[in-house]
Protein backbone atom coordinates (compact mmCIF):
# COMPACT_ATOMS: atom_id res chain seq x y z
CA UNK A 1 0.00 0.00 0.00
CA UNK A 2 3.02 2.35 1.22
CA UNK A 3 4.61 2.45 -2.63
CA UNK A 4 0.85 2.36 -4.62
CA UNK A 5 0.53 5.57 -2.90
CA UNK A 6 3.38 7.55 -4.39
CA UNK A 7 2.42 5.88 -7.99
CA UNK A 8 -0.99 6.94 -7.81
CA UNK A 9 0.23 10.78 -7.09
CA UNK A 10 2.35 10.40 -9.82
CA UNK A 11 0.02 9.57 -12.24
CA UNK A 12 -2.20 12.12 -10.76
CA UNK A 13 0.70 15.06 -10.56
CA UNK A 14 0.97 13.88 -14.78
CA UNK A 15 -2.66 14.08 -15.68
CA UNK A 16 -2.51 17.72 -13.93
CA UNK A 17 0.24 18.60 -15.99
CA UNK A 18 -1.16 16.83 -19.26
CA UNK A 19 -4.31 19.16 -18.75
CA UNK A 20 -2.30 22.56 -18.41
CA UNK A 21 0.05 21.50 -21.04
CA UNK A 22 -3.12 21.35 -23.32
CA UNK A 23 -4.06 24.69 -22.65
CA UNK A 24 -1.27 26.40 -23.32
CA UNK A 25 -0.75 24.37 -26.50
CA UNK A 26 -4.33 25.69 -27.39
CA UNK A 27 -3.22 29.10 -26.79
CA UNK A 28 -0.02 28.27 -29.40
CA UNK A 29 -2.54 26.78 -31.69
CA UNK A 30 -3.99 30.39 -32.49
CA UNK A 31 -1.94 32.83 -33.29
CA UNK A 32 -4.74 34.04 -35.42
CA UNK A 33 -6.50 35.44 -32.51
CA UNK A 34 -4.09 37.42 -31.98
CA UNK A 35 -3.01 38.34 -35.61
CA UNK A 36 -5.23 41.33 -35.49
CA UNK A 37 -3.40 43.59 -34.07
CA UNK A 38 0.72 43.07 -34.74
CA UNK A 39 3.10 43.99 -32.33
CA UNK A 40 6.22 43.51 -33.50
CA UNK A 41 8.56 45.93 -33.69
CA UNK A 42 9.23 48.21 -36.95
CA UNK A 43 5.62 47.20 -38.23
CA UNK A 44 4.27 50.76 -39.69
CA UNK A 45 0.65 51.28 -41.18
CA UNK A 46 0.51 54.63 -43.13
CA UNK A 47 -3.11 56.47 -43.50
CA UNK A 48 -5.36 58.64 -45.32
CA UNK A 49 -6.99 60.63 -43.30
CA UNK A 50 -10.20 63.08 -43.94
CA UNK A 51 -10.82 65.46 -41.20
CA UNK A 52 -14.67 67.60 -41.49
CA UNK A 53 -15.50 70.03 -39.28
CA UNK A 54 -19.21 71.61 -38.55
CA UNK A 55 -19.48 75.13 -36.58
CA UNK A 56 -22.78 77.16 -36.62
CA UNK A 57 -21.98 80.56 -35.98
CA UNK A 58 -24.23 83.58 -34.57
CA UNK A 59 -26.23 84.88 -37.83
CA UNK A 60 -27.47 81.08 -39.12
CA UNK A 61 -23.94 80.44 -40.91
CA UNK A 62 -23.25 77.03 -41.14
CA UNK A 63 -19.22 76.53 -41.47
CA UNK A 64 -17.96 73.52 -42.74
CA UNK A 65 -14.05 72.77 -43.35
CA UNK A 66 -12.37 69.79 -44.42
CA UNK A 67 -8.69 68.80 -44.31
CA UNK A 68 -6.87 65.89 -45.66
CA UNK A 69 -3.34 64.89 -44.26
CA UNK A 70 -1.90 61.01 -43.99
CA UNK A 71 -0.98 59.68 -40.52
CA UNK A 72 2.18 57.31 -40.20
CA UNK A 73 1.73 54.84 -37.57
CA UNK A 74 5.92 53.04 -36.38
CA UNK A 75 5.80 50.64 -33.33
CA UNK A 76 9.38 51.83 -32.37
CA UNK A 77 10.62 50.20 -29.05
CA UNK A 78 9.25 48.10 -26.25
CA UNK A 79 9.34 48.91 -22.28
CA UNK A 80 7.89 47.53 -19.13
CA UNK A 81 5.10 49.82 -17.33
CA UNK A 82 5.02 49.11 -13.70
CA UNK A 83 3.30 46.45 -13.52
CA UNK A 84 5.88 44.49 -15.28
CA UNK A 85 4.02 43.91 -18.44
CA UNK A 86 5.76 44.50 -22.06
CA UNK A 87 4.48 47.83 -23.77
CA UNK A 88 4.99 48.91 -27.34
CA UNK A 89 5.88 52.21 -27.99
CA UNK A 90 4.53 54.10 -31.16
CA UNK A 91 5.56 56.85 -33.06
CA UNK A 92 2.46 58.54 -34.84
CA UNK A 93 3.99 61.11 -37.85
CA UNK A 94 1.40 63.72 -39.68
CA UNK A 95 1.93 65.16 -43.20
CA UNK A 96 -0.39 67.57 -44.87
CA UNK A 97 1.76 67.57 -48.03
CA UNK A 98 2.32 63.80 -49.18
CA UNK A 99 4.62 64.41 -51.54
CA UNK A 100 7.33 65.88 -48.51
CA UNK A 101 8.63 63.03 -46.28
CA UNK A 102 7.28 62.81 -42.76
CA UNK A 103 8.57 64.68 -40.42
CA UNK A 104 10.97 63.82 -37.52
CA UNK A 105 9.37 64.76 -34.92
CA UNK A 106 6.44 62.57 -33.90
CA UNK A 107 3.63 62.15 -30.83
CA UNK A 108 4.56 59.26 -28.26
CA UNK A 109 1.58 57.01 -28.28
CA UNK A 110 2.20 53.25 -26.89
CA UNK A 111 0.05 50.06 -26.56
CA UNK A 112 -0.40 46.44 -24.90
CA UNK A 113 -0.88 43.14 -25.84
CA UNK A 114 -2.32 40.23 -23.36
CA UNK A 115 -3.75 37.31 -23.36
CA UNK A 116 -7.31 38.62 -23.81
CA UNK A 117 -6.93 42.18 -24.84
CA UNK A 118 -4.97 44.50 -26.60
CA UNK A 119 -4.88 48.16 -25.30
CA UNK A 120 -3.97 51.23 -27.02
CA UNK A 121 -3.12 54.43 -25.18
CA UNK A 122 -3.59 57.62 -27.98
CA UNK A 123 -2.73 61.05 -26.36
CA UNK A 124 -2.98 59.37 -22.53
CA UNK A 125 -6.53 58.52 -23.71
CA UNK A 126 -6.46 54.46 -22.98
CA UNK A 127 -9.03 52.28 -24.85
CA UNK A 128 -9.53 48.40 -24.73
CA UNK A 129 -9.55 48.30 -28.27
CA UNK A 130 -9.62 44.21 -29.13
CA UNK A 131 -10.58 41.25 -26.41
CA UNK A 132 -9.46 37.70 -27.25
CA UNK A 133 -10.57 35.26 -28.76
CA UNK A 134 -12.89 37.64 -31.13
CA UNK A 135 -16.08 36.58 -31.51
CA UNK A 136 -19.58 38.06 -33.01
CA UNK A 137 -21.56 39.58 -30.36
CA UNK A 138 -19.14 39.63 -27.56
CA UNK A 139 -18.86 43.04 -26.06
CA UNK A 140 -16.95 44.76 -23.80
CA UNK A 141 -16.51 48.64 -21.59
CA UNK A 142 -13.24 49.70 -24.31
CA UNK A 143 -13.49 53.30 -22.74
CA UNK A 144 -13.58 51.54 -18.86
CA UNK A 145 -10.30 53.50 -17.76
CA UNK A 146 -11.38 56.82 -18.69
CA UNK A 147 -13.00 59.28 -16.00
CA UNK A 148 -16.16 59.73 -18.95
CA UNK A 149 -19.39 61.00 -17.59
CA UNK A 150 -22.21 62.32 -19.47
CA UNK A 151 -23.11 65.15 -17.32
CA UNK A 152 -19.75 66.72 -17.56
CA UNK A 153 -18.68 68.62 -20.62
CA UNK A 154 -14.78 67.41 -20.61
CA UNK A 155 -12.09 65.94 -23.04
CA UNK A 156 -13.42 62.50 -21.54
CA UNK A 157 -17.31 63.11 -22.02
CA UNK A 158 -17.82 61.94 -25.70
CA UNK A 159 -16.29 58.51 -24.78
CA UNK A 160 -19.15 58.16 -21.90
CA UNK A 161 -21.17 54.85 -21.87
CA UNK A 162 -19.76 53.51 -25.40
CA UNK A 163 -20.23 49.64 -24.90
CA UNK A 164 -17.98 47.55 -27.88
CA UNK A 165 -19.31 44.88 -29.76
CA UNK A 166 -17.47 43.00 -32.67
CA UNK A 167 -20.11 43.08 -35.56
CA UNK A 168 -18.25 40.78 -37.92
CA UNK A 169 -15.16 38.37 -37.54
CA UNK A 170 -13.06 37.09 -40.28
CA UNK A 171 -14.46 38.21 -42.80
CA UNK A 172 -12.63 39.51 -46.36
CA UNK A 173 -13.15 43.68 -46.82
CA UNK A 174 -11.45 45.97 -49.46
CA UNK A 175 -10.43 49.28 -48.69
CA UNK A 176 -8.98 52.35 -50.26
CA UNK A 177 -8.32 49.70 -53.34
CA UNK A 178 -6.34 47.13 -50.91
CA UNK A 179 -8.28 43.52 -50.50
CA UNK A 180 -7.78 41.90 -47.11
CA UNK A 181 -8.56 37.97 -46.51
CA UNK A 182 -9.73 38.70 -43.30
CA UNK A 183 -11.44 41.59 -40.79
CA UNK A 184 -12.87 42.10 -37.86
CA UNK A 185 -14.71 45.16 -37.76
CA UNK A 186 -15.71 46.60 -33.85
CA UNK A 187 -18.75 49.03 -33.56
CA UNK A 188 -17.96 51.32 -30.68
CA UNK A 189 -21.30 53.27 -30.56
CA UNK A 190 -23.29 53.99 -32.98
CA UNK A 191 -26.03 56.21 -31.78
CA UNK A 192 -28.15 58.81 -33.89
CA UNK A 193 -31.21 60.60 -33.62
CA UNK A 194 -32.70 63.45 -34.90
CA UNK A 195 -30.43 65.98 -33.45
CA UNK A 196 -27.27 64.04 -32.17
CA UNK A 197 -24.99 61.76 -33.70
CA UNK A 198 -21.99 59.31 -31.99
CA UNK A 199 -20.63 56.88 -34.23
CA UNK A 200 -16.83 54.92 -33.70
CA UNK A 201 -16.51 51.84 -35.51
CA UNK A 202 -13.13 50.32 -36.26
CA UNK A 203 -11.68 47.44 -39.10
CA UNK A 204 -8.87 45.54 -38.43
CA UNK A 205 -7.04 43.28 -40.69
CA UNK A 206 -4.69 40.17 -39.75
CA UNK A 207 -1.23 40.96 -39.44
CA UNK A 208 -1.75 44.30 -40.21
CA UNK A 209 -3.72 45.76 -37.45
CA UNK A 210 -6.23 48.96 -37.72
CA UNK A 211 -7.09 49.49 -41.87
CA UNK A 212 -10.30 51.82 -41.52
CA UNK A 213 -12.11 53.89 -38.46
CA UNK A 214 -15.12 56.54 -38.87
CA UNK A 215 -15.69 58.14 -35.71
CA UNK A 216 -18.20 61.17 -35.94
CA UNK A 217 -19.72 63.18 -32.78
CA UNK A 218 -21.87 65.81 -34.82
CA UNK A 219 -25.10 68.10 -32.95
CA UNK A 220 -27.58 69.66 -34.91
CA UNK A 221 -30.48 71.79 -34.43
CA UNK A 222 -31.98 71.74 -37.76
CA UNK A 223 -33.72 68.29 -37.37
CA UNK A 224 -35.46 68.47 -41.35
CA UNK A 225 -31.23 68.12 -42.18
CA UNK A 226 -29.98 64.75 -42.69
CA UNK A 227 -26.74 63.56 -40.78
CA UNK A 228 -24.41 63.67 -44.46
CA UNK A 229 -25.32 66.99 -44.83
CA UNK A 230 -26.08 68.43 -41.06
CA UNK A 231 -26.97 72.26 -40.65
CA UNK A 232 -27.37 74.52 -38.19
CA UNK A 233 -24.08 71.83 -37.04
CA UNK A 234 -21.09 71.63 -34.37
CA UNK A 235 -19.06 68.42 -34.41
CA UNK A 236 -16.45 66.54 -36.26
CA UNK A 237 -16.13 63.79 -38.52
CA UNK A 238 -13.37 61.73 -39.42
CA UNK A 239 -12.06 59.04 -41.99
CA UNK A 240 -9.04 56.99 -41.82
CA UNK A 241 -8.33 54.04 -44.73
CA UNK A 242 -5.41 52.29 -44.90
CA UNK A 243 -2.89 53.52 -47.46
CA UNK A 244 0.03 51.46 -47.30
CA UNK A 245 2.00 49.47 -44.70
CA UNK A 246 5.02 47.18 -43.57
CA UNK A 247 5.13 44.10 -41.55
Known amino acids: MIRKIPCA ?19 KL ?7 APVNVGHSVT ?5 VSFNYLVGDTQKVDTVHYQL ?9 DVMNRVNYGIAVYKRYDTTQPFPISYQAWYCL ?7 KFENDLHF ?33 GWTYTYTTVNAPATVNGSHFDSTVVVTEINNQNLINDALS ?6 HVG ?10 KQDVTSGWTYPNQANGFRIRMRIHSYTP
Open 9 to 27: LFIFAMLIMAGCKQDVDTT
Open 30 to 36: SPYLYDY
Open 47 to 51: YDVDS
Open 72 to 80: KEVIIDTFY
Open 113 to 119: ESRTTYE
Open 128 to 160: VKLVFPPVVGVNWQGNQYLPANDTVADTYQPYA
Open 201 to 206: RETYAR
Open 210 to 219: LIYKEFEIID
